[in-house]
């Protein structure tokens, strides 16, 4: 890998007139980012020339790789004819068709623009809904950032804020955090509260703590739990959405929650996101209910015609695409974790679908505990070589890696090669 001289002269450049030099804080690392020129396929081409084998993808925004040239003649063409309007559009009719036909709970849709605002919207809807105040969240899920769902997030979140400034006693003393895949927790917390709890809100698999799957039943567990005491179940399929299956965890794991919150893969790239659910429950949304929810840049033709694209495209194709998505990161985590066998390394290898993490802890990684209990310097490390092999994964322990239809099997090759060494270099 040549030097990062540009990133870091942007860098500081940077960091003189944006707080920290990034608009988001997952993308910091240490010394400095790398400032992308440009992305084609499996590839990011950084300003100093260097290319890298991209597993971050956005943070899980992008299925089939960098500028897939079917959602890039969609859009263009959508971007003559007009990029806001404010009115109706039958794109967003279309789209909303598209949601209800592949997603179970989904028998009506409200888009958004982002995975943050649709878990507020979807938090909202089930207060409104249910009538009482209080939201159940797991500790290391994150549901983006805003004030409800800010209490020991993951993401970024677990390493920096904890708890961010700013939010209000009385707006997180209705957010009770419970411990990830633990039955009991959850029974005790319902039977103490169960009738001031709205909605339980979590993600089916967990991407914000590095990937974290849900035990057997657990998710049947949650369903029938909230079911017991009138309260909503939330998925935040916001990374699970169309990445497991068409259907996303829900059917995945065949257990059908109330509301979902979609993003991230929905949008190939734009900013959209969704709340669907059951019709009963969605019909309280403005300008039907009480419930409060609207958006300028909401239902955007631009977003929703590449929504579009890639819906039709893993609706027509999806056995094959997801069979395929699969194939690759069992085979790339099977090798990484053969890898980490023979040296004696503590690392685990953590994988479901297209998403998986390397965790340096010798336990396993069932819940945000034991992901904490990770060496976050030697993943550091990890990255940092991995970086200097031409890889890229996401810059923290916390977050998870993702396979693309753009991966190759070179990639593949390259890519456990660098794992490899950078490994060997620890
Ligand atoms: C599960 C989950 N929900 C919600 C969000 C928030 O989405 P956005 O960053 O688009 O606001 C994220 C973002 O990483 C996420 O992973």
Do not use: W
Not at 134 to 148: E, I, N, T
Not at 216 to 245: M, P, Q
Not at 306 to 312: D, N, R, S, W, Y
């Amino acid at each position: 890998m040549a030097k990062l001289l540009r990133s870091r002269d942007l860098f500081e450049r940077a960091s003189k007139i944006i707080p920290g030099g990034v608009n988001s804080p997952v993308r910091m690392f240490k010394p400095h980012p790398f400032f992308t020129e440009k992305a084609q396929g499996s590839q990011l081409h950084d300003v100093d020339g260097n290319r890298y084998i991209d597993y971050c993808m956005a943070y899980g925004a992008l299925i089939f790789g960098h500028s897939y040239r079917p959602i890039l003649d969609a859009v263009k063409k959508q971007l003559e004819d007009g990029t806001v309007y404010g009115t109706p559009i039958e794109a967003e009719v279309e789209l909303a068709e598209i949601i209800t036909d592949s997603l179970p709970c989904a028998e009506m849709v409200r888009l958004a623009n982002s995975g943050a605002e649709a878990t507020m919207h979807a938090i909202r809807l089930a207060r409104g809904y249910t009538g009482r105040p209080k939201l159940v969240k797991f500790d290391g899920c994150y549901h983006g950032a805003h004030d409800s769902v800010l209490v020991k997030a993951g993401s970024a979140a677990a390493i920096s804020v904890p708890t961010s400034l700013g939010i209000p006693q009385e707006t997180a003393k209705n957010t009770i955090v419970l411990p990830f895949n633990n039955v009991d927790a959850l029974h005790q917390t319902f039977e103490d509260q169960g009738d001031e709890i709205a909605a339980v809100i979590v993600e089916p698999v967990i991407g914000n703590m590095g990937v974290i799957p849900p035990s057997e039943g657990y998710l049947t567990e949650l369903r029938r739990t909230s079911n017991k005491h009138g309260s909503l179940l939330i998925f935040d399929e916001v990374i699970t959405g169309y990445r497991l299956a068409l259907g996303g965890a829900q059917e995945y794991y065949g257990v059908k929650p109330d509301i979902a919150s979609l993003g991230k893969v929905l949008g190939g790239g734009f900013p959209i996101s969704a709340v669907a659910g059951n019709k009963k429950i969605m019909e309280n949304f403005s300008p039907t209910g009480g419930v409060y929810e609207a958006g300028t840049f909401s239902g955007n033709p631009v977003s929703v015609t590449a929504a579009i694209k890639v819906l039709t495209e893993l609706r027509d194709h999806g056995s094959r695409i997801y069979g395929k998505l699969q194939e690759y990161t069992d085979e790339l985590a099977e090798n990484l974790s053969d890898f980490i066998a023979s040296r004696k390394i503590e690392a685990q290898v953590n994988h479901v679908a297209s998403m998986f993490t390397v965790f340096f802890t010798s336990e396993p990684v069932v819940n945000s505990e034991k992901a904490l209990s990770s060496d976050r310097s030697k993943y550091s490390k990890f990255h940092q070589g991995l970086m200097m092999h031409g890889v890229y994964f996401p810059p923290s322990q916390f977050e998870t890696c993702f396979v693309t239809t753009a991966h190759t099997e070179d990639d593949m090759h390259h890519t456990l090669d660098a794992a490899f060494s950078a490994m060997k270099e620890l």
